[in-house]
């Protein structure tokens, strides 16, 4: 999912006012550049359980101007190492 905002001080806005940095559905939030301001890692057991997610953090938010969802179909690759 991306989350774009409509307020200037975006990570501090993001964090604090939708509060979904502290959802149990989020399991990795990043700050970014480009047509996004966020980009999260959600997990939720269905499509029900995201819609519910999206409704209570982004539908009736302020700061909110728009985000867009992308459903992963397979994991093409995994980790977190970083080569150096």
Do not use: P, W
């Not at 057991?45 to 992308?70: G, P």
């Amino acid at each position: 999912m991306k989350y774009e905002s409509d307020r200037a001080i975006k990570s501090a806005l993001f964090s604090q006012d939708a509060g979904c940095t502290h959802a149990s559905e989020v399991q990795q939030c990043y700050y970014v550049t480009g047509e996004a301001d966020f980009v999260l890692v959600v997990v939720v057991e269905s499509m029900a359980a995201y819609e519910d997610f999206t409704r209570r953090h982004f539908f009736q938010h302020r700061n909110v101007k728009k985000f867009r969802t992308f459903v992963s179909m397979d994991a093409v690759k995994r980790g977190t190492q970083i080569a150096l």
